[in-house]
């Protein structure tokens, strides 16, 4: 019997927040000083902010200097130099920009963090990160399938062609929304809105770091550019989505196929079992996007 495999599990017992995951500050190439930079993402009332200068890590040591004002903030680097750019998310270390960059993403795996390969679709070739090295690298955590800043840049914003064509082949990869934030006009362009247990003690950094963390890792949230979901429920092959604000819902199966539309602000589809996986984009006014994480065809036992 044909059930769907996803992420979105109990999503009781925590709350969902809003959080971005590329970032730059003075330490390296942004406009802004650190501090200046959390007090902009508290003030758009973002529950998570990763800081990930070029090739300079900031560590839980160094974030400790920082005021969070509340939010959880995750120590970041993004590897630049030698190779596609990657951000090392939850980092416990600087590591060293390996050319091979499959030793990047080996060594990040080895902590805490995770790797999330940046900007695929960036540059006047619209090919910063090809699929077939996309496809050769293996283990990483997800791709940016939304780049904020990249929409004041050669190339393209979005790289749903090479998440649908890496889900196609068979690969588990979450795809995520950040801003790569350089000054203060590219804060709140894209998001990821994670559903994270609880994180109510607000004296143990490490354990609401850690909440933030695990459901990152474990594809517990939709990716966005505006669109607010409100409920994502599966049942065997049934989903239902629902949200404030989109005027069209897509199911997108293997190929990047549709298998459904609902012009509307919910969906309550029946996923056939011949897509091999199905992911959700919901269409709202102008870019306001949001997708959810890709669900599996499986059969039970």
């Known amino acids: 019997m044909p059930r769907l495999e996803h992420p979105y599990h109990d999503l009781t017992g925590g709350r969902w927040l809003r959080g971005n995951l590329h970032a730059h500050t003075t330490r390296s190439d942004g406009e802004h000083e650190p501090q200046q930079l959390v007090d902009a993402y508290v003030e758009r009332g973002y529950g998570f902010l990763a800081l990930t200068d070029h090739d300079i890590c900031w560590t839980p040591t160094n974030l400790a200097t920082l005021d969070p004002r509340g939010m959880v903030l995750l120590p970041g680097n993004e590897v630049t130099m030698g190779g596609p750019h990657m951000c090392h998310v939850g980092a416990d270390r600087r590591l060293e920009p390996d050319w091979r960059r499959q030793n990047v993403i080996d060594q990040a795996n080895e902590g805490p963090g995770f790797i999330v390969v940046n ?11 090809p699929f077939s090295q996309l496809d050769l690298l293996k283990h990483y ?19 749903l062609n090479k998440w649908d064509m890496l889900l196609s082949s068979g690969r588990r990869v979450w795809g995520f929304a950040n801003d790569d934030t350089h000054g203060q006009r590219f804060v709140g362009f894209g998001w990821n809105t994670a559903y994270v247990r609880d994180t109510s003690n607000a004296d143990d950094v490490e354990a609401g770091r850690q909440a933030v963390l695990d459901a990152l890792k474990a594809g517990r949230f939709y990716a966005s550019t505006g ?6 429920h599966i049942d065997g092959m049934r989903v239902t989505i629902e949200t404030d604000n989109a005027r069209r819902i897509v199911g997108i199966g293997k190929g990047g196929k549709r298998f459904a539309m609902a012009n509307d602000h919910a969906i309550e589809i029946d996923v056939p079992d011949d897509v091999s996986h199905a992911r959700f984009t919901c269409w709202g006014e102008g870019e306001q996007f949001a997708w959810t994480q890709p669900m599996w065809v499986v059969e039970d036992e």
């Open 119 to 129: 900007h695929p679709n960036w540059q006047q070739h619209f090919d910063h990160v």
């Open 141 to 159: 955590t997800g791709v940016e399938i939304f780049n904020g800043i990249m929409q004041h840049d050669e190339g393209s914003a979005y790289a």
């Open 227 to 232: 669109v607010h979901i409100t409920g994502i």
